[in-house]
Structures are given as structure tokens and as C-alpha cells.
């Protein structure tokens, strides 16, 4: 075969090859070395390096170097009038001779030709400088032919597209983050209005002090201790915060009455779920079905609930969970005309009308967290903080909540129980 025939075929394997280096490396810095030395070796050349050239920096950082020394700087200035010589000059190798108009040359010459560079290549790709490559001389000897200098060109491009590529992801997973982050504070954002909301609603119900906040958080746990996952478990908590958020729209007096309210005032107050539908439902909330939890959280699973009396799986789901803890709460606090009750007497109403009023699967769940934070199996304290020690540690209450769990189990899964 002769020899520029096998040159050919040598050159079109090693472009295969550095175009295979630039799809499939991973690691960017590896894939510009092997590409660069592809490269060196493809023609015998003893010295060079490759260097990225930053936009923001107007400088080249060299990324790979060969048999230049550790006197070699790691980086170069380019001026802008630098950086468009190269743009206007393409992917055309710069002799040495050629590059001494340039003021990057006129800086860099002494170590440049101290090194014995004699090709420049600067990398261009869609019009963007992205890199440089700077070689020596021929391990021959011999003076770069112009085929030669059309091997180190289609090589260089290749290198080139791989760093632009480089240059584009690193611009998307900047983009990325700052979306991220930009997305993080308006969750925090949306987490703190929802308290600040609740601490609102509940500063207006003296007697319930809390209330809000609590339910928020018996949701949080009924839902985790499903095993839902965290988004779904952070909705259900939000539901909880923002369920009784239409009382604000409720008289002062009738919210804080020292006596049970007559039945007008039952009326009025009895209009909190519609009205907090009513206000949650035209904000964008990052989780579904909030503006269900206010408007269902006082139906019951056998219809006798209000606003709409709805039965059992016609109730969204959110709002069983709301409607649990809404009412461990009122069970567990002191109110104006009744005393919080005590935790046995607790368990067996929600063991009672589990299946009329409550879902009975959540129940278990309810149960089941208290027990497991009881029994140490789990480390967290959040019913202890919520409910007080001595009200979690009453006596027999380990043995009451397994005997409930284990009477919930045996009813089965959820059924429908028809109103009495
Ligand atoms: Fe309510």
C-alpha cells in the first residue's frame, strides 16, 4: 500500500477515534487528554498543549500539556481584538510567523518560542472561539505539510465540538440550579404563608389556640405513617394548616362564644368549609386538592357530616385525613365548654366510630404512630411535643391502642357503615 494511502487510513481511525472520545467520555478533562494525545501521536509530534478558552475570563486555560516543561504558564490573557483575529482567521493553523501580529503573541512570544511551538490552531465552533491547540515540531523533523496541517485541523474541530458541547451542559446545570434554587425559595416561601395563615386563624379562636398548627401536624403524621411520599405528605400537611382558613370570615363573638352556640350561629359557623373552599381554591397551590380538604374536612364517612353529607369514597381523600386529625385535636384540648378528655376514653372513640366517622385504615395509622413513638420505636417525640408526657403515658393506654390496632385489623379494610 503506499504511504499516503496508509497515512490516509491512519488518520481517518484516529478522527474515529477522537470523535468516539468525545461522545462517550464522561469525564471532560479525560476526554480532551486522550483526544490531545490522539492527536501528538497521530503525526509524531513531540510537544503541545490544549487549552479551553473562557468567554467570561478572556483567557485560555491549558488542560493538557506535552514536553513543555512546568515553567509552562496554566493560562493565558486573550484580548478581544486577539479573540476576533482568531474568529475572522477560522480553523486555519497559524504558523508562527503568522502570529506575531497578534497581541497575544506579542505577550506570550518569548515562552512560546522558548518552547519550541510552531503550529497555533485556535478551536472554533459555531462561531465561538471554545479552545486552542498549540504544537511543536515533528519527532522527523520534518516541516508541517499542508496535509499534515489539514490532519491537525479535522482533528482539532473534533476536540473543539466535544468542549463546546462541555461549555453547553455547563451552562444548562447552571441554568438548572439556579431554577432550583429559584424553585426551593418558593416553596419556603409558599410553606411560610401557609403558617403564617394558620397562626392567623388561629389567633382569631382564642379557646383553640393552636389548632390549626396541631391539625397540620397530626396530618403530616397520619400521612407519613401511610408511607406516602414526602410531596404528598407535605400537601396533606398544608391541607391540615389552611382547613378551617374560612373561619376568618366567621363573626369574632360566635368563634369565641364561652357557651354552645345556638342554632343560627351553628348556621353561620357551619359556612367555614364552603368559605375556605371559596378562598383556597384561585391560589396555585404546588399540591393537589387542598381547596377539597377545607370544603369536605366535617363530612363523615356515613353522611351525616356537613356541608354536602357525602358518604364514604364520595369524600376526597385528603379530607379523611383533615377530618382524623381535626378531631383528635378537639378530643385531645381543653375547650370553653368541654374539658379535653382522657387518652383511654380517646381511643376508644376513634376505635368506635371508625367506620362512621373515620376511615378505619386511619385510624390504625393514627394509632399506630402514637404506639410506635410510645414504644420507642420510632426516636421522634412529635405526639409527646403536641400532646404533653403525662397525657402519652397514661396508664394502660400501650395496651388499649394494640388491642384497638388489633381490633381495626380484624374489621378489615374500609367499609361503608350505614347511618344510623
Ligand atoms: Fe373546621
Known sequence: MPENQQKLIHTFSALADIGQEVAHKFNFHEMIRTSFHLLLGSLAIMRGGIARYSRFGHELNFLAVRGL??????????????????LSAGMSPIELSQAKMLLFFQHYQPVIEKKGIELIVPMIVHDELVGMVMLGEKASGEPFSSADRAIVQAMARHIGVGIYQRNLMAQLERKAEENKRMYDEMRLTYADTVKSFAA??????????GHSVRVGKYSELIAAELGW?????????????LHDVGKLTVEKNIINSPRRIN??????????????????????????????AAKYHHERLDGRGYPDGLKDEEIPYIAKIVNL???????????????????????????????????????????????????????????RK?????????????????????????????????AE
Open 69 to 86: 516543561g512546568d515553567d509552562f504558564p496554566v493560562s493565558a490573557s486573550i484580548s478581544l481584538e486577539d479573540e476576533r483575529e482568531f
Open 200 to 209: 392567623a386563624i388561629d389567633y382569631k379562636d382564642k379557646y383553640t389556640e
Open 229 to 241: 411520599s414526602d410531596e404528598r405528605v407535605e400537601g396533606v400537611a398544608v391541607a391540615g394548616y
Open 263 to 292: 342554632a343560627k350561629e351553628t348556621a353561620e359557623l357551619n359556612k367555614h368549609p364552603s368559605v375556605g373552599y371559596e378562598i383556597l381554591l384561585p391560589i396555585h397551590h404546588p399540591y393537589s386538592d387542598i381547596p377539597l
Open 325 to 383: 386529625a381535626d378531631s383528635f385535636d378537639a378530643m385531645t384540648t381543653n375547650r370553653p365548654y368541654k374539658a379535653r378528655r382522657p387518652a383511654h376514653e380517646v381511643v376508644e372513640d376513634l376505635q368506635r366510630n371508625s367506620g362512621k366517622q373515620f376511615a378505619p385504615e386511619l385510624v390504625t395509622a393514627l394509632c399506630g404512630a402514637i404506639l410506635k413513638e410510645m414504644t420507642g420505636e420510632t426516636k421522634e417525640r412529635k405526639f
Open 386 to 418: 403536641l400532646l404533653g408526657r403525662e397525657y402519652m403515658e397514661a396508664e394502660g393506654i400501650i395496651d388499649l391502642l394494640k388491642g384497638a390496632l388489633n381490633g381495626l385489623a380484624a374489621t378489615g379494610p374500609l367499609t361503608l357503615v350505614a
